[in-house]
């Protein structure tokens, strides 16, 4: 990680590099989400326009999202890595990460829908309904109901390798552990503060759409 995320390298660089990270947790993914949709595959092949609709949602709203995320994280990565703060407190390293990501992801969402309400006349056009619907939208995404889902769990698979290296880094630093039993618990617990991070966005969009509901 440490290799190819540094404050050291140029802007031109990293970008390049999050942009890589990206579709490679981006694309495999759409394509089992188009392949579980029943109908889906077949609609976008024989639709002109619902395949246009769809490369469009991609380009202006997954590819971004998933874009943002993983570049504001990645940074927050090197920069604490820069600092020292990577092994002297990698617990707020991967609180910082979480936090961000779920927030990034969550207000990445609510301004693409409004623009796409306002540009391409999403919602009815209605900049209220846009927002209205995010925390529902967000809720389901999950469960893999919707394309949000997608890229939900794309930045999150970008960012196990991210976890990894920050806990068994974290995990050296005590030397009770073999390399390769480090290696499996830093793997294992990545995949747990995965599951935590689907969990707690899950919760906030419930808690979010039951308060729009009762309002």
Do not use: C
């Given at each position: 990680?440490?290799?190819?995320?540094?404050?050291?390298?140029?802007?031109?660089?990293?970008?390049?590099?999050?942009?890589?990270?990206?579709?490679?947790?981006?694309?495999?993914?759409?394509?089992?989400?188009?392949?579980?949709?029943?109908?889906?595959?077949?609609?976008?092949?024989e639709n002109e326009q619902?395949?246009?609709?769809?490369?469009?949602?991609?380009?202006?709203?997954?590819?971004?999202?998933?874009?943002?995320?993983?570049?504001?994280?990645?940074?927050?990565?090197?920069?604490?890595?820069?600092?020292?703060?990577?092994?002297?407190?990698?617990?707020?390293?991967?609180?910082?990460?979480?936090?961000?990501?779920?927030?990034?992801?969550?207000?990445?969402?609510?301004?693409?829908?409004?623009?796409?309400?306002?540009?391409?006349?999403?919602?009815?056009?209605?900049?209220?309904?846009?927002?209205?619907?995010?925390?529902?939208?967000?809720?389901?995404?999950?469960?893999?109901?919707?394309?949000?889902?997608?890229?939900?769990?794309?930045?999150?698979?970008?960012?196990?390798?991210?976890?990894?290296?920050v806990i068994e880094g974290?995990?050296?630093?005590?030397?009770?552990?073999?390399?390769?039993?480090?290696?499996?618990?830093?793997?294992?617990?990545?995949?747990?503060?995965?599951?935590?991070?689907?969990?707690?966005?899950?919760?906030?969009?419930?808690?979010v759409s039951a308060l729009?509901?009762?309002?």
């Open positions: 990680m440490q290799r190819f995320f540094s404050l050291e390298m140029p802007f031109s660089r990293f970008a390049w590099n999050t942009m890589l990270v990206s579709l490679a947790g981006l694309l495999p993914l759409l394509a089992i989400f188009v392949a579980l949709t029943p109908g889906f595959a077949t609609a976008l092949f619902a395949l246009e609709r769809f490369l469009r949602q991609v380009v202006t709203n997954g590819l971004p999202v998933v874009f943002v995320v993983n570049y504001l994280t990645l940074f927050l990565y090197a920069s604490t890595n820069a600092r020292g703060d990577l092994e002297r407190r990698p617990g707020l390293v991967l609180f910082l990460d979480v936090a961000a990501r779920l927030v990034a992801f969550i207000v990445l969402h609510i301004l693409i829908y409004v623009l796409s309400a306002d540009w391409f006349g999403s919602f009815g056009g209605s900049r209220a309904t846009a927002v209205r619907v995010v925390a529902p939208t967000l809720a389901r995404s999950a469960f893999f109901e919707n394309i949000s889902g997608v890229y939900l769990y794309a930045t999150l698979v970008s960012a196990i390798p991210l976890y990894v290296s974290w995990l050296a630093k005590g030397r009770s552990f073999a390399h390769r039993r480090s290696r499996g618990i830093a793997v294992f617990l990545s995949l747990v503060l995965f599951g935590a991070v689907v969990v707690l966005l899950t919760g906030i969009g419930y808690l729009q509901s009762s309002s």
